[in-house]
């Protein structure tokens, strides 16, 4: 029986051993080296606890009230609501290795296996992530992103259907940092994640290049290195595979907001796995990892949508 095309046969490599321990550590590596807004959300860790879903307390703030003259305290009635998240994600990465090519090949060879299942899940995981900004500021989980503003202004929202997406503008990123203000959301730990293609307009505006206005000299300067650090305290960071509207696919989120905008939860990290099929007489190798994500502060980020 011939073997499907996305089989590794004797064609396609040249010499491979198979060590799962060594493996495991790698695969781990490799999917860190490809997450870009995953470490940036809350991270709650539920590895080796059992459940399919996290159900965690968000506690509405309480307000201080003037104390009368011989009066009891006015106490505080608790209030708040509840965040589910369901661990309803479960990835994998297969390949099915035959005993000619693990006799024949050069061990080097298998290091390509251990990057391609990391990186390939940590797609699926960053790709997971940023769709669920989708229903952040109000918005529906529909993959219209209908709560997101244009990047040319931050004021004017955004409209899959007539794709008017523009280009991130210094007023916008100020405007969308003055709605984390009026949101009280903490000033330390906000982000911002772009496209390749917003950061080269980022680089070709002055306030975010030229020592003048970043107060950087010499090697450090960021025309000099390309590095967008830090914006008005922003972090800024980049990435291809930021989310983009069903209907308007050239068109992709910047993203910025607060860590506690999203949370991920893990369930099982990246692990890999070996089984010998004696019909095949070949190595099953199969990485997989469960995990779940959701929105947390439904006013903690916004997304401005700019051409991809």
Known sequence: MAYADDNVIKSQVATMELIPEIWSDEIVAAFKASLVLAPLVKNMSVVGQKGDIVRLPVVTRGSAVAKSADTRVTTIVGAGTGLSVNLDQHWHYARLIEDIATKQANSALRSFYTDDAGYSLGVAIDTYVGDRFVTLN??????????????????????????????????????????????????TGRKLVVPPSTRNTLMGLARFTEQAFVGESGSSNT????????????????????????????????????????VLCMQMKPRIQTQYQLDSLADLLVADTIFGAGEMRDNAGYALAVPG
């Open 223 to 262: 025309i000099r290195n390309g590095r967008l650090g830090n914006v008005y305290g922003v972090d800024i960071f980049v990435s291809s595979n930021l989310p983009s509207p069903d209907t308007a696919t050239t068109v992709k989120m910047a993203l910025m907001f607060h860590t506690e905008a999203v």
């Open 138 to 187: 109000g918005g529906t989980a529909d993959d219209n992103w209908d709560a997101a503003y244009i990047g040319s202004n931050g004021t004017t929202l955004f409209t899959d259907a007539a794709d008017n997406s523009a280009a991130l503008t210094d007023a916008a990123i100020r405007r969308t940092i003055q709605r984390l203000d009026d949101a009280n959301a903490p000033q």
